[in-house]
């Protein structure tokens, strides 16, 4: 079931819920880590939340080309600078995690593959629902998945 993520603490505290899938991170940021017992690290499901920002194309095309490039400039340093951040907060919420007694169970290949497995069903009914609006959905994910086997 999807669930807003201000709704999740609340359902984990109630036993309401079994398992999440979500980052590591949120251990820390949303205190998750008072609420589970157990992180389950499954490289095939590797999630990180991008955070896009977005122009509209006619009010970019409008701007001089020195301010498009000084634009382009800032977002290809903070490419480098974001990802640190988050690998930062990966290490503070593993941290956390150990702290506080949380299990932390790395799946072998065979159990990832089986997750990985699993989860085919939501990937394409994802590829359905975003192709259904006219958007490539299929390019994406391949895109996406191709990135994640590239850069583990």
Do not use: R
């Not at 072998?108 to 958007?135: F, H, N, R």
């Amino acid at each position: 079931m999807a669930l807003p993520i201000t709704e999740t603490y609340d359902a984990c505290q109630k036993g309401l819920l079994d398992g999440l899938l979500l980052p590591i991170e949120p251990l820390k940021g949303w205190k998750f880590a008072d609420v589970i017992k157990t992180v389950f690290v499954a490289p095939s499901m590797a999630y990180t939340a991008p955070i896009p920002v977005f122009m509209n194309k006619d009010k970019w095309n409008s701007l001089p080309k020195d301010i498009q490039d000084t634009i382009e400039k800032i977002n290809a340093e903070w490419i480098e600078k974001q990802a640190k951040q988050w690998d930062e907060l990966d290490k503070e919420a593993t941290e956390l995690a150990k702290q506080k007694g949380i299990k932390i169970i790395t799946l072998t290949k065979e159990q990832d593959a089986q997750v990985a497995d699993k989860m085919k069903t939501v990937k394409e009914d994802w590829v359905k629902k975003t192709s259904a609006k006219g958007l490539p959905a299929q390019e994406a994910l391949d895109f996406c998945i191709d990135y994640v086997k590239k850069n583990p």
